[in-house]
């Protein structure tokens, strides 16, 4: 019978089927495999060096980290005795780093949107190492907080609610919060972008209209032009019978 720690965690990670195993073997090579893809092309494609392309390797580094060490850590541990403790750490800086990167770039997608002149000319310059800087420390220092009272000579009570307090507050930082911050943002993207493709239909609507007026004030306009010549010829012809 498999034991738990004093956090609640199993020492050790229950037995899972062989397809479980490959499909998380699938998963780990494509990431890792992808993300590479992607930051070779931002590094060697200098048209691809923008501001949102930084962070979006950013977020590819921190992906390949989980597929690199994340997933075969989770692998050898099936077979090896770990410390679950350090591993869950390990688990929580980097989803927690791709979690800061998404929040960096639906942020800077944002300002593209809701100020395209000033961010397309420059006027708004963002930041972006010091965002990125602050994507990694920030998850990295909160991560490793448990270290202080897990590894120390607390008793296991203390222990048990110091972790009950710290993951209450970690799930609300970076999971509550960040959800919330990327909803409304992109809910405000969504709402322009409804907005400009309700008006270039209503710019195009009107175009068609006028310029289905124009042809038929072009049509009535030869129409009378055809007439009158056919009057005028009419009448001419009927002056040289006379004459």
């Not at 990670?13 to 062989?18: A, E, S, V």
């Not at 073997?25 to 048209?47: E, P, S």
């Not at 991560?143 to 307090?165: A, D, F, H, R």
């Amino acid at each position: 019978m498999n034991g738990t720690s004093p956090s609640g965690i199993p020492s050790s990670l229950p037995d899972f089927p062989t397809w479980f195993k490959v499909s998380i073997a699938i998963v780990a090579i494509l990431g890792a495999f992808g993300n590479g893809i992607v930051i070779y092309l931002i590094a060697t494609r200098h048209r691809l060096r923008t501001t949102t392309n930084f962070m979006v390797s950013s977020l590819a580094v921190s992906d390949i980290f989980v597929a690199l060490i994340l997933i075969p850590s989770f692998f050898v541990c099936m077979y090896f005795k770990c410390d679950n403790h350090l591993l869950k750490m390990l688990y929580d800086d980097f989803f927690y780093v791709s979690v800061c990167n998404l929040c960096c770039i639906t942020f800077d997608r944002y300002l593209a949107v809701t100020r395209p002149l000033k961010y397309h000319t420059g006027i708004i310059q963002l930041p972006v190492k010091t965002m990125i800087t602050i994507s990694w420390i920030l998850p990295t220092t909160v991560s490793l907080m448990p270290i202080v009272w897990t590894y120390s000579s607390t008793n296991i009570e203390s222990q048990k609610v110091n972790n009950k307090i710290y993951y209450t507050i970690q799930v609300f930082l970076f999971m509550c919060c960040p959800c919330l911050i990327m909803l409304i943002l992109y809910a405000i993207i969504f709402n322009i972008a409804r907005k400009q493709i309700q008006h270039i239909r209503r710019e195009l609507q009107s175009g068609v209209i006028a310029s289905t007026i124009y042809s038929n004030s072009i049509s009535v306009a030869s129409a009378r032009e055809r007439k009158a010549s056919l009057k005028v010829f009419g009448e001419s012809k009927q002056n040289f019978e006379i004459y």
